[in-house]
């Protein structure tokens, strides 16, 4: 009999839910003071940088954070496996905000990189947690993730109104200490009740392969040496060499080497295991789901960037005498999500086999963001402090896209994935964040030497063109996926 114990679902979502929500609650609560804080004046107790290097860090830390999700998954399937990688991450991010805490830049960029590396382990393993609760021919797993996907977003609707209320009115660093607070929540509920997951993600999917547990832990130990010396080399350059390494050319080899990445790594999949004819041909699917979503999250993504300082550069933020901080608009596509995931999940379920197919769905999650950035090249024409609804309406679509899209990526991707490398699969659904997340941050990078009627109006066309593209392919696509819907 199936475990219905949570809403109709597995009591293990329960705990999931519950720890991602405090997890999204501390990151979308500094995300949102992240670019504000850069390009705060010294005065205000920010770093006083211009829209271009801000949008240049931005940019590596966000993309960085979903990277990471590759060897994260690696780890998880080879090393750890998924329970513990998920808690080693969790640390790391609650020791990473509270660096933030600290009034020191030394502290700030260490702050990043911590939550850089434990988000990488933590992502896209809790994820495959979800997955795992549910057999794959289960058709409530959509209405599972968007359940769960509903947690993260209670999480990213709370973690803007408190840290952004404590940043911009009182310290930026108590903001930054706040979502620590917020990690340490979800710390406690993971460590608490994550018996209920059962053996859910317990064990590596190596685990009854000592030759290859070993030669993973062999490779494990080259990938930490070689970072090590690639990290005192660069700060013997600096320190030593005399070399001035700059934020905006730290971030544009990093694109370079994002892209050479993502071609790489699937030339390699393809080539790494003897595939069967279907497995090749659903990895094949994998590989233009991923482009579709790098697309989308490079769209969705200005949020935090070019849409956060829309908020506080050009949008009117006094109602009925109340003037908010500007980073509150970060909370509005989370209430979004908490309002429409659940008529998802009913109408995915309602609709059973006559949904739309998954890459339909990715292409109309493309149009409804596009139609977004639409409605914003409007609004950046009227000139001055322009009504909040712009804003708010421009949310509202992209969470239309948003929902026809993330919750069914991760999905078909666990769906898609051959099961030995299930989680690394999942690494590459991050990957596609992490590559949208750089364009996105760059793009930002426009804001201060584009009008941005321009700027916004040219993310609508790409976004756009590229669903309407997508939607043509989906039927070629649903071939290529074995079955699967």
């Given at each position: 009999m199936k475990d219905q114990t949570f809403f109709g679902h597995p009591r293990g979502l329960a705990v999931l839910f519950f720890a991602e929500l405090w997890e999204r609650f501390s990151f979308y609560g500094m995300r949102a003071l992240l670019i504000l804080y850069l390009t705060a004046s010294i005065a205000d107790g920010g770093l006083a940088f211009d829209a271009s290097k801000a949008a240049a860090i931005y940019a590596v830390y966000t993309s960085?954070?979903?990277l990471l999700g590759l060897p994260g998954g690696w780890l998880a399937d080879r090393v750890f496996g998924q329970r513990r990688s998920v808690l080693y991450g969790a640390i790391l991010i609650t020791i990473g905000h509270f660096s933030l805490?600290?009034?020191?830049?030394?502290?700030?960029?260490?702050?990043?990189?911590?939550?850089?590396?434990?988000?990488?382990?933590?992502?896209?393993?809790?994820?495959?947690?979800v997955g795992q609760?549910?057999?794959?021919s289960d058709e409530r797993r959509d209405a599972g993730f968007s359940i769960f996907y509903m947690g993260i977003n209670f999480g990213a609707f709370g973690g803007p109104l408190i840290c952004n209320w404590l940043g911009e009115n009182y310290s930026w660093h108590l903001g930054f200490g706040a979502a620590g607070v917020g990690m340490t929540l979800g710390l406690i509920v993971y460590l608490m009740f994550g018996k209920t997951l059962g053996e859910a993600g317990k064990l590596p999917a190596n685990h009854d392969d000592p030759e290859d547990q070993a030669r993973s832990r062999r490779t494990l130990r080259n990938g930490l040496v070689?970072?090590?010396?690639?990290?005192?080399?660069a700060t013997l350059a600096v320190k030593v060499g005399g070399v001035t390494i700059g934020a905006e050319a730290i971030s544009n080899a990093f694109g370079i080497i994002l892209i050479v990445l993502s071609?790489?790594?699937?030339?390699?999949l393809f080539r790494s295991h003897p595939w069967t004819p279907e497995e090749r041909g659903r990895l094949g699917a994998i590989v233009i789901l991923f482009v579709a979503a790098a697309f989308f999250w490079g769209a969705y993504e200005q949020a935090g960037s070019s849409l956060n300082l829309f908020a506080r550069d050009f949008t009117q933020r006094t109602v009925l005498g109340f003037s908010f901080p500007a980073g509150y608009f970060q909370s509005v596509p989370a209430l979004f999500v908490i309002l429409q995931a659940p008529i998802f999940a009913w109408l995915w379920v309602k609709l059973g086999r006559k949904q739309p197919s998954s890459p339909f769905k990715f292409?109309?999650?493309?149009?409804?963001?596009?139609?977004?950035?639409?409605?914003?090249?409007?609004?950046?024409?009227?000139?001055g402090q322009v009504s909040p609804m712009w804003l708010i309406s421009t949310y509202f679509?992209?969470?239309?896209?948003e929902m026809c899209l993330s919750p069914v990526g991760l999905s078909t991707v666990t769906k898609l994935a051959p099961e030995r490398v299930t989680s690394l699969m999942m690494g590459v659904w991050f990957l596609a964040a992490a590559l949208g997340n750089y364009l996105g941050g760059r793009t930002a990078g426009f804001y201060e030497s584009l009008s941005l009627s321009q700027l916004f109006g040219a993310v609508a066309a790409t976004v756009i063109v590229a669903g309407i593209i997508l939607g043509l392919m989906s039927g070629r696509i649903q071939r290529m996926m074995g079955g699967i819907r």
């Amino acid at each position: 009999m199936k475990d219905q114990t949570f809403f109709g679902h597995p009591r293990g979502l329960a705990v999931l839910f519950f720890a991602e929500l405090w997890e999204r609650f501390s990151f979308y609560g500094m995300r949102a003071l992240l670019i504000l804080y850069l390009t705060a004046s010294i005065a205000d107790g920010g770093l006083a940088f211009d829209a271009s290097k801000a949008a240049a860090i931005y940019a590596v830390y966000t993309s960085m954070v979903y990277l990471l999700g590759l060897p994260g998954g690696w780890l998880a399937d080879r090393v750890f496996g998924q329970r513990r990688s998920v808690l080693y991450g969790a640390i790391l991010i609650t020791i990473g905000h509270f660096s933030l805490a600290v009034p020191s830049l030394g502290f700030f960029y260490v702050g990043l990189l911590l939550i850089v590396v434990g988000t990488g382990l933590l992502k896209p393993n809790i994820s495959t947690i979800v997955g795992q609760l549910y057999e794959r021919s289960d058709e409530r797993r959509d209405a599972g993730f968007s359940i769960f996907y509903m947690g993260i977003n209670f999480g990213a609707f709370g973690g803007p109104l408190i840290c952004n209320w404590l940043g911009e009115n009182y310290s930026w660093h108590l903001g930054f200490g706040a979502a620590g607070v917020g990690m340490t929540l979800g710390l406690i509920v993971y460590l608490m009740f994550g018996k209920t997951l059962g053996e859910a993600g317990k064990l590596p999917a190596n685990h009854d392969d000592p030759e290859d547990q070993a030669r993973s832990r062999r490779t494990l130990r080259n990938g930490l040496v070689g970072a090590a010396t690639i990290a005192v080399a660069a700060t013997l350059a600096v320190k030593v060499g005399g070399v001035t390494i700059g934020a905006e050319a730290i971030s544009n080899a990093f694109g370079i080497i994002l892209i050479v990445l993502s071609i790489g790594f699937f030339f390699w999949l393809f080539r790494s295991h003897p595939w069967t004819p279907e497995e090749r041909g659903r990895l094949g699917a994998i590989v233009i789901l991923f482009v579709a979503a790098a697309f989308f999250w490079g769209a969705y993504e200005q949020a935090g960037s070019s849409l956060n300082l829309f908020a506080r550069d050009f949008t009117q933020r006094t109602v009925l005498g109340f003037s908010f901080p500007a980073g509150y608009f970060q909370s509005v596509p989370a209430l979004f999500v908490i309002l429409q995931a659940p008529i998802f999940a009913w109408l995915w379920v309602k609709l059973g086999r006559k949904q739309p197919s998954s890459p339909f769905k990715f292409a109309l999650g493309l149009v409804f963001v596009g139609f977004g950035f639409v409605i914003m090249s409007v609004g950046a024409t009227k000139g001055g402090q322009v009504s909040p609804m712009w804003l708010i309406s421009t949310y509202f679509f992209h969470v239309i896209g948003e929902m026809c899209l993330s919750p069914v990526g991760l999905s078909t991707v666990t769906k898609l994935a051959p099961e030995r490398v299930t989680s690394l699969m999942m690494g590459v659904w991050f990957l596609a964040a992490a590559l949208g997340n750089y364009l996105g941050g760059r793009t930002a990078g426009f804001y201060e030497s584009l009008s941005l009627s321009q700027l916004f109006g040219a993310v609508a066309a790409t976004v756009i063109v590229a669903g309407i593209i997508l939607g043509l392919m989906s039927g070629r696509i649903q071939r290529m996926m074995g079955g699967i819907r």
